[in-house]
């Protein structure tokens, strides 16, 4: 264990501790901080916290790339991985990089207690990011442009409350979702024994008399406190920021376009996600680009199956437990980043299957029967086909020699292996078949009237054959 001192100002002569594991951490991400500490050419830096705004990626970014913490306990976890600690004089925290998205999402509770306790909680932090992000914004994209979705009874119910309120959805949730967070921060600035008070009686008061005054409607006031009481559930301070600020883009995408705004945005947030570095280190690294490691992004593993350091580290030494993991030398002497899986890949396997189901015909085949919620059958595919695609990419990154029919040979066993890989050939041959039909009655229409049908599809099939 290291730690090397730095001055990082001219005139207060702040001292800055660079605390790392000789044998684990990567040079090239030593080298980085070292430079970027010896560019600070200021008169003082009071405290750690400004420390942080002048070494990060990005000043304007909402998006997090340092982890800041107070718990030695923490600290000394992610320096037994490869990681780097800074610690500076007068402050009780220390800073914590690189930094990804995964470790503003992950506690410490997380690993102290037991397996199913731990995942039990990150599930629940899960569901609270998503509530938070999206329920406000759901509410207005479905009545403003998909009722069509909802039941009848709940459609006329949520109608018969709004009948009296003179504010369109969009304004409704936007002024409530102001008031809850100028409440939260009235009760985070008076004094301790009457800030939570404040905060209840208040909340309590303004939404009744709102409802009463017949400015607000009585569900926006249970799906605002839902997204607010979601909130608290975010552990991380900048990811609960960084949360709580995107609801409001969210909102807005939903009250322009729906869902299909809503959708975009997300699909925006995850491609700007992607590009984010953190000294070096993707964002969202191990998930993508793919490392080999001990796979601790949504849910953590058995502490017996955290056999692996991050490989996005590049650290030195890369097994924690090589007698209980049972691993060979030669599967631990590099850990180098997947290049059959990597963030491109997943972007094109997205843009793949939005492209398929927008332009796949059902849709405008149903629309007919269900109208405005026919948005839903290309949305639904998505999401069926997003699922085996993960787990099958998963797959191939654990077993990367091979493709899936090796794939199924591994997990199935060779007779189980093979019978399903027929069987994987003939649905794929029956929808190959089916769907070409499709283009072969259109050639056929528009071009090759006399030609025979049977002609054109051997004619396509072959040419795919050839091709492929």
């Avoid at 759901?138 to 909802?150: E, K, P, Q, R, V």
């Avoid at 807005?252 to 000294?279: D, E, H, P, W």
Wanted: aromatic letters at 10%; charged letters at 20%.
């Amino acid at each position: 264990m290291y730690a090397e001192s730095h001055v990082v100002s001219q005139r207060s002569l702040n001292e800055v501790l660079l605390i790392y594991n000789d044998d684990l951490v990567s040079k090239d991400t030593l080298e980085e901080i070292r430079n970027r500490l010896k560019k600070i050419n200021v008169d003082a830096v009071p405290n750690i916290s400004l420390l942080e705004q002048y070494i990060e990626e990005s000043n304007r970014s909402l998006f997090p790339t340092i982890l800041y913490t107070e718990r030695p306990d923490r600290a000394a976890a992610f320096l037994e991985d490869g990681h780097i600690v800074l610690l500076m004089e007068n402050s009780p925290d220390c800073l914590i990089l690189p930094a990804t998205f995964w470790s503003f999402f992950h506690s410490s509770e997380d690993h102290f207690l037991r397996l199913p306790y731990g995942n039990f909680t990150r599930i629940l932090r899960v569901l609270a990011i998503f509530i938070t992000l999206f329920s406000s914004s759901i509410y207005i994209a479905i009545t403003n442009y998909h009722s069509g979705m909802l039941p009848p009874d709940l459609l006329f119910a949520i109608a018969g409350a709004r009948e009296k309120v003179p504010l369109p959805a969009v304004f409704e949730i936007l002024l409530m979702e102001i008031a809850f967070e100028l409440i939260r921060e009235a009760g985070l600035r008076v004094p301790n024994p009457i800030g939570p008070t404040i905060g209840i009686v208040g909340a309590l008061i303004l939404g009744q008399a709102a409802v009463d005054a017949n400015i607000i409607s009585p569900i926006v006031i249970i799906v605002v406190a839902l997204s607010g009481l979601s909130s608290f559930a975010i552990n991380d301070l900048s990811l609960n920021f960084l949360v709580r600020m995107l609801k409001f883009m969210f909102i807005i995408s939903a009250g322009f376009f729906g869902i299909m705004g809503m959708a975009f945005s997300f699909t925006m947030g995850l491609c700007y996600m992607v590009t984010i570095k953190s000294f070096g280190v993707s964002y969202l690294a191990p998930m993508s680009p793919s490392y080999r490691s001990s796979d601790d992004t949504v849910l953590r593993k058995s502490l017996w199956n955290e056999r692996l350091r991050p490989g996005y580290l590049k650290t030195a030494d890369v097994v924690k437990k090589d007698k209980k993991s049972g691993m060979r030398k030669e599967d631990t002497m590099s850990m180098k980043v997947m290049d059959q899986i990597g963030q491109k890949e997943y972007f094109a396997i997205l843009l793949i299957i939005i492209g398929l189901k927008v332009t796949d015909m059902t849709p405008s085949l149903i629309y007919p029967d269900v109208l405005s919620s026919s948005w839903m059958v290309p949305a639904l595919s998505y999401l069926i086909l997003l699922i085996p695609i993960s787990f099958l990419c998963h797959l191939l990154v654990k077993l990367d020699k091979g493709g899936l029919y090796e794939v199924n040979g591994k997990v199935f066993g060779k007779a189980l292996g093979n019978l399903l890989n027929i069987i994987f050939l003939g649905i794929l041959f029956a929808a190959i078949v089916i769907e070409s039909r499709s283009y072969v009655d259109l050639i056929s229409t528009m071009y090759f009237e006399q030609s025979p049908v049977i002609f054109i599809l051997l004619f396509i099939h072959a040419c795919l054959f050839l091709w492929c």
